[in-house]
């Protein structure tokens, strides 16, 4: 028989609780309630046949707390009239918190909800969205608060995160919440005092206006004296740079960093996985012909996808069917493939993404560029070098 317990009604509530129903109607104003649960209740069948399990269930619908229950009439032929349970309903907010035992964590919710009205009306709609995850950040929310304060006071203060001076927070506590205050400070500051190009955690220092630690650049390139040599510049003074060099190498694999053949009009860079961001204003990689060199997986060639969307003459380099193949007792498996769409891909190197995605030739196969025989590199960059 499978009638609705006292525990599968409170635990109705509780989805809502979960879900973050319940706070959020403290900041929406929405009317949740009453409220009328689910309730299967016995069938005039099953009150006559099974009048001794159904007694004891009445019963313990009918003393459930903070619930207001409404008895339907059965006429039983030999006890007689009796009352059942055929509705519950919960008629306020703080009914359903009694029930759930979350009266002390919404009087918590409460007084932070009070303090950013006063404070920062112009957050509560991430309160609204994310009141569990506000209500985590109880002890922390007043600090957080400050830091938008602060931005308010300074927009686009141009000085490191170690240098914002607020009584009793630290950078590392802006760092951490990182997440969180990129929300607040969306909703808070002036849509111009922000760099909507910069985005995630990484983007944090140069959406709001923070000066960030320069992105470096290594890379290897045979200097005038025909000594091959190993620099690392930040990303503005490569810019500046303007090497005599016709072709660029970007490879991800520091050893074949170190280990390509180099010849005086060429230079390598060693790669930073998907950031390339530091490359954009380096307007003299648009006269070099540059070739990238990356892993053949789904990932290499979504690197090799972000690449040609910012430099759209990028070639990629032994990264297609047939490296594959002579190496296939070299093949390796990707943890975490993406199958996201390319659109900067060529014919051939789609058609060997869409077989990776697929996993025709095996469940997510990879061949890491390291593994490839250092004979077949030598060869490919004589091939390069003919055309």
């Known amino acids: 028989m499978k009638w609705t317990t006292p525990s599968d009604l409170i635990a109705q509530l509780h989805k809502l609780w979960e879900r973050g129903d319940l706070l959020a109607s403290t900041v929406t104003g929405a009317s949740l309630f009453p409220r009328r649960l689910l309730l299967k209740s016995p069938s005039s069948t099953e009150l006559s046949g099974h009048f001794d399990a159904a007694r004891t269930w009445i019963a313990a619908i009918n003393t459930l707390p903070h619930c207001r229950v409404v008895q339907r009439t059965f006429r039983h032929p030999v006890l007689g009239t009796n009352s059942v349970p055929d509705a519950v309903w919960i008629d306020r907010l703080d009914d359903a918190l009694l029930l759930l035992d979350k009266h002390r964590d919404a009087r918590r919710f409460g007084a932070l909800l009070d303090q950013t009205r006063a404070r920062q009306p112009a957050v509560l709609p991430w309160l609204a969205l994310r009141p569990l995850q506000a209500l985590a950040l109880h002890d922390e929310w007043p600090h957080l608060l400050a830091v938008v304060d602060w931005m308010q006071a300074h927009p686009r203060p141009e000085r490191y995160l170690r240098q914002v001076d607020i009584a009793g927070i630290h950078s590392k506590f802006i760092e951490a919440h990182r997440g969180v205050l990129g929300a607040l400070l969306d909703l808070a500051l002036p849509a111009q005092t922000i760099d909507a190009a910069a ?189």
């Open 199 to 387: 985005t995630g955690n990484a983007g944090f220092a140069r959406r709001y206006g923070f000066r960030d630690k320069p992105l470096r650049i290594r890379f290897r390139l045979i200097d005038q004296a025909g000594l091959d040599t190993d620099i690392t510049l930040d990303g503005a003074s490569f810019a500046r740079l303007d090497p005599p060099v016709t072709r660029v190498f970007i490879t991800e694999n520091e050893i074949n960093f170190l280990s390509l053949p180099l010849a005086r009009d060429s230079m390598v860079l060693f790669g930073a996985g998907y950031g390339f961001d530091v490359l954009r204003e380096n307007n003299w990689l648009t006269r070099c012909r540059l070739i990238y060199w990356g892993d053949i997986d789904t990932h290499g060639f979504a690197i090799l996808d972000q690449l040609r969307s910012q430099f759209a003459h990028v070639e990629s380099l032994m990264m297609d069917h047939a490296t594959l193949l002579a190496f296939a007792t070299q093949w390796g498996k990707e943890d975490t493939p993406t199958r996201r769409e390319l659109p900067h891909l060529q014919l051939n190197e789609r058609a060997l993404y869409d077989m990776l995605c697929d996993n025709r030739l095996g469940q997510n196969v990879r061949l890491e560029q390291e593994r490839i025989g250092f004979g077949w590199v030598e060869s490919a960059l004589t091939a390069l070098a003919g055309d």
